[in-house]
Each structure stands twice: as C-alpha cells, then as structure tokens.
T-cell receptor, first 111, second 114 residues
C-alpha cells in the first residue's frame, strides 16, 4: 500500500511560535487530506489538496501540495493552545488503492 | 446531524470473552471501516466494507471479524479478545472508497483486555 512519512513526530512550541509538519511520499499522489485529532478526541477532516502546487488557507493554517504531488505541508502561524493535537496526513493514491495514513505529528503548545 | 456512532465508548473485558463494538452512520455512506490506534503506530485499518455484504481485510485483521448486513451498521467483533487487542478503536465512514472522500470518524472506543 501507499506509504507516507510524516515529520516531525513531535513538536513542542511556545504559544505564538509557528509550526510546520511535512508529509512525504515516495510516489505521486492523486490527492492528500489532512486531519486533526485533539487529545482524547477523534480525527476530524481539515482539508483536501488535489492540484499540483496547490495552496489553501484556513485562518492561521496554510496547506500546501508539492509541485510533484509527492509531498505536502501544514503550516500554523502564531500557534495557540487550541492548536494542540495530532495532525495526520492521509494520501490518496488514485484508483481506489489502499491508503496508509501518516503516523501524525503531535503538537504541544506552551501557554 | 451527520455522525458516526460507536458503542461502547469504554470497555474493560477479560481474555477470551467475546465482544462486539457497534458502529452506525446516518449519512447513507457506502464505505465503512474500522481502525485501531496505538501509540507510535498511528491509525491502522482493521477491516473495511465497500457496501452491504462486501467486506475485506485491512492491514491488521487478525483476531477480528466484521459484518455489513445493513448499509448503516458495521459492527466489529472480537471472538476471543487477547491483551494485545487493548487499543483505541475508531469506526469511520465515507461516501465511497474513492480518493477525495472525506472520512468521518466515530468518537472512539477504548478497549482494555485483561
């Protein structure tokens, strides 16, 4: 199945600092989705990227899909304590091939 | 409200005692699946179903069974639970299996097998 590597695995930041997590695939993806899981919660869909080089923003969150459609990033500007959680990328391989979720990046924010 | 409901949310059971975790979705989704989440291992798919009476193994199916007799329900069955099945379980559904479909997760079921 399709596999992705997500880095870093953990990130600890001071409130107000920026944060970025990366999702890298060895093969070309048809699309990629990002999910957020709060501590004790369940994964919740954030966004989907489909086009090469696509950039989407949700308030302080910026999502990017690489030109080669093999990697993606999520950048949070000026983190807040509400950003705490684990961010997962979920790749789409196309043709209904099996997805293998990234292991996620756990973000902790010091107030 | 669109939701995936799973029960029980918390369960402590003993080795070998059969249990069922129910899952129901109200979105008329074709695709449903079960995941387990363990520290350092992320989300791993146990079984999935593309439609009624169509189920298939995911990445970690050993020790589990599923059934899909109705579109809305997708129970997970542990015939003889063992301690290595202690985990957080998520039921999920999406419109279809195809790429680009948002996956909706249930709130999770914490299972401890002693």
């Amino acid at each position: 199945g399709q596999q992705v590597m997500q880095i870093p695995q953990y990130q600890h930041v001071q409130e107000g600092e920026d944060f970025t997590t990366y999702c890298n695939s060895s093969t070309t993806l048809s699309n990629i989705q990002w999910y957020k899981q709060r501590p004790g919660g369940h994964p919740v869909f954030l966004i989907q990227l489909v086009k090469s080089g696509e950039v989407k923003k949700q308030k302080r969150l910026t999502f990017q899909f690489g030109e080669a459609k093999k990697n993606s990033s999520l950048h949070i500007t000026a983190t807040q304590t509400t950003d705490v959680g684990t961010y997962f990328c979920a790749p789409g391989a196309g043709n209904n091939r099996k997805l293998i979720w990234g292991l996620g990046t756990s973000l902790a924010v010091n107030p | 409200e669109a939701q995936v409901t799973q029960n029980p949310r918390y369960l402590i059971t003993v080795t070998g005692k059969k249990l069922t975790v129910t899952c129901s979705q109200n979105m008329n989704h074709e695709y449903m699946s079960w995941y387990r989440q363990d520290p350092g291992l992320g989300l791993r798919q146990i079984y999935y179903s593309m439609n009624v009476e169509v189920t298939d193994k995911g990445d970690v199916p050993e020790g589990y069974k599923v059934s899909r007799k109705e579109k809305r329900n997708f129970p997970l069955i542990l015939e003889s639970p063992s301690p290595n099945q202690t985990s957080l379980y998520f039921c999920a559904s999406s419109l279809s299996r195809g790429d680009g479909n948002t996956i909706y997760f249930g709130e999770g079921s914490w299972l401890t097998v002693v």
